[in-house]
């Protein structure tokens, strides 16, 4: 090497090392800037106490869900940055719910609903149900919102007290199933989009297909989705000392009851019985004090948050012991997508690892499988399922327990099990296999006028490129593969069901059902929750009472704990850094239709299957 490369390669390295230099600085100023914050911020008093009367507070924020999506850390830094999309997690509500409720010091709960976004309609039912125990204790309960939706709706409906701002409304806008068709402007672009399928009902593909549902869908989603709405309406009904076919009727005659009521949607829902009281915030706050008296402040009624209440819990939140011989937990919620992935995803490496984790800890006796998912990669499904069988093999029990969407890949990793409980709601089934190859090389020569040409030692040499125009072997080899997996699908289900593949037929190709359908037609075994679920994987175990329950998931490094406490901390007492430019939107539309967007980017951005098989429903309700 030359004397004038070496000196080039000195200052480059040189450059390198100064720029890691700086990198590292920088870090540690800003680490210290944090330890600072929160050492003031912990100087300034001690922890949260509850009042010796007071309410517990439960204003969920987004959706509820199973498990927070994303990795801690990355949730901490976006909450410091304040652009974290909310979520609530279902174990933070319903044990704080829990331990109220024997709490000498709550003495009443205060529903705030205004930022319940949703949920699926089993998450609804059993905080309806968490509430409905709570009351048991004679409690008050109290529900407010300014506007109310299906989910925060039936939340309130568990309340004693409904109260609705005088400018509000009830929306219960029923279930729905839309989505955009893309089949036109796939053809004005001159795409050429290659699907491959197995069964009439699976509807995954059809926007790509076509420019509306097909009546095979149309079919399948009026069943399961009426099968929701009825059980919704019950709910509603039973809560307000109502019947269902009475709400029905004025949702139907909605248009003549506004105009009836001068235009006033909140005088509507006070005549129609659905909501107690139509007050202004104030007069809310005023009944709370009412019930447990004022704050020190004077400014609102004594109270604790869900959040500050869980921390002056600490060990004692947990609804069960947390050590000794019992049941491991495992939440899949989420795309099943291949490798290892942050939760809120199921990654096949980094589930089936957690699963390896609970089939190896000597205090885990049975697995329950919390799935919440629709499904996604069928490679990533199956590496799930092994490690299940493994499980199995090695003498633990596994019982699936399936949340608000349970469905194709779902279903498949729920078929390595001893039991499958669902609840009545949960959209199950979905069956089978698609696949799909894009490309464009018409677009390509039309409007930019370039071309692929080359040549290769074999005929498959480039035959993926998505510029060139899909071979039909390549096209033929994939449908054999479709088929083959759609193949195997059955066999998994017919072994787990006690059921030839002729008999899952009928009840596959695709087609949803929903758990008291799943019920009858032999997917599932059982219709229940989560915690009976985990009795059940108890009882198969042998377990005495007082069996623990553990909660299996990713762990952290020290480091990162440490530095999600801090930003905690951080955020509690200087509330969010105000960084221009990274707020997210807060008008709901604006939400709502940047979600959609987004929703339709990931899911084509999670298509990572090494094999291109899909076992995706995409069946989510609106």
């Not at 506004?258 to 006033?264: C, I, L, R």
């Not at 402040?297 to 069960?320: A, I, N, P």
């Not at 623990?548 to 007492?573: F, R």
């Not at 430019?581 to 239709?593: D, V, Y």
Request: with cysteine; charged share 25%.
């Amino acid at each position: 090497m030359s004397q004038k490369k070496k000196g080039i390669g000195a200052i480059f390295g040189g450059l390198l090392r100064g720029v890691d230099l700086s990198r590292r600085i920088v870090v540690n100023i800003i680490f210290l800037f944090l330890v600072i914050l929160v050492l003031a911020a912990l100087g300034g008093g001690g922890g949260t106490a509850v009042p010796s009367k007071a309410a517990l507070v439960i204003a969920p924020q987004g959706f509820l869900v199973e498990e927070l999506a994303g990795n801690p850390m990355d949730r901490a830094v976006e909450k410091a940055l304040d652009t974290y999309v909310p979520e609530t997690l279902m174990a933070d509500v319903l044990d704080a719910i829990a331990a109220a409720e024997s709490d000498d010091r709550i003495q009443a709960l205060f529903l705030s609903l205004n930022g319940l976004q949703g949920g699926g309609l089993d998450k609804l039912q059993r905080l309806a149900e968490a509430i409905e125990d709570f009351k048991s204790s004679g409690k008050t309960v109290v529900a407010t919102a300014d506007i109310y939706t299906k989910a925060s709706y039936l939340t309130a409906t568990a309340a004693d007290e409904i109260y609705l701002h005088p400018m509000g409304a009830v929306l219960l806008d029923g279930y729905g199933r839309f989505r955009t068709y893309h089949r036109e402007g796939i053809e004005r672009l001159e795409l050429d989009w290659n699907v491959f399928k197995v069964g009439e009902y699976k509807s995954a593909v059809e926007p790509y297909l076509r420019n509306g549902m097909s009546d095979e869908a149309r079919e399948a989603n009026l069943e399961y989705m009426g099968d929701l709405w009825a059980a919704y309406l019950e709910k509603v009904a039973a809560g307000r000392n109502l019947t269902a076919d009475g709400v029905s009727e004025s949702l139907d005659s909605l248009v003549q009851l506004v105009q009836e009521a001068d235009g006033q949607l909140a005088q509507v829902a006070l005549s129609g019985g659905l909501v107690d009281h139509l007050a202004p915030r104030q007069q809310v706050r005023d009944r709370m004090i009412e019930l447990v008296g004022e704050n020190k402040e004077k400014t609102s009624f004594s109270q604790v948050s869900m959040d500050d209440y869980l921390e002056t819990l600490g060990e004692g939140r947990h609804r069960y012991p947390t050590q000794g011989d019992g049941v491991g937990v495992i939440i899949a919620r989420g795309t099943i997508l291949d490798g290892s992935h942050a939760p809120g995803t199921i990654g096949g490496d980094s589930t089936a690892k957690l699963i390896r984790k609970a089939r190896n800890d000597e205090n885990v006796k049975a697995i329950v499988l919390r799935v919440d998912s629709g499904g996604g990669s069928a490679f990533a499904s199956e590496v799930i399922r092994e490690e299940l069988v493994l499980a199995r093999n090695q003498g633990k029990k596994v019982v699936v327990s399936m949340g608000s969407v349970a469905a194709s890949g779902g279903y498949w990793i729920s078929t390595a099990s001893d039991e499958i409980w669902a609840s009545p709601n949960t959209i199950t089934g979905s069956i089978g296999i698609f696949g799909m190859i894009p490309t464009y090389q018409k677009p390509l020569a039309k409007y930019l006028g370039t071309r692929v040409d080359g040549v290769g030692t074999n005929w498959m040499a480039g035959a993926l490129r998505p510029d060139r125009e899909l071979d039909p072997r390549v096209g033929e080899i994939v449908q054999s593969n479709i088929e083959r997996g759609y193949r195997e699908f059955l066999q998994r289900v017919s072994e787990a069901r006690d059921m030839t593949p002729e008999e899952v037929d009928p009840y596959a190709r695709g087609r949803v059902w929903s758990g008291a359908d799943a019920l009858d037609i032999g997917l599932v075994d059982k219709l229940g929750d989560l915690e009976e679920a985990i009795a059940s994987a108890a009882d198969l175990a042998g377990l005495e009472e007082g069996y623990s329950v553990k909660v299996i998931q990713q762990e952290l490094e020290l480091a990162d704990q440490l530095m999600i406490e801090m930003l905690a901390e951080v955020g509690d007492h200087f509330g969010p850094f105000n960084v221009k430019g990274l707020s997210k939107p807060k008008s709901g539309l604006e939400q709502r239709l940047l979600s959609t967007l987004e929703q339709h980017r990931e899911m084509l951005a999670q298509f990572d299957d090494p094999m291109g098989v899909y076992a995706h429903c995409l069946c989510e309700v609106d």
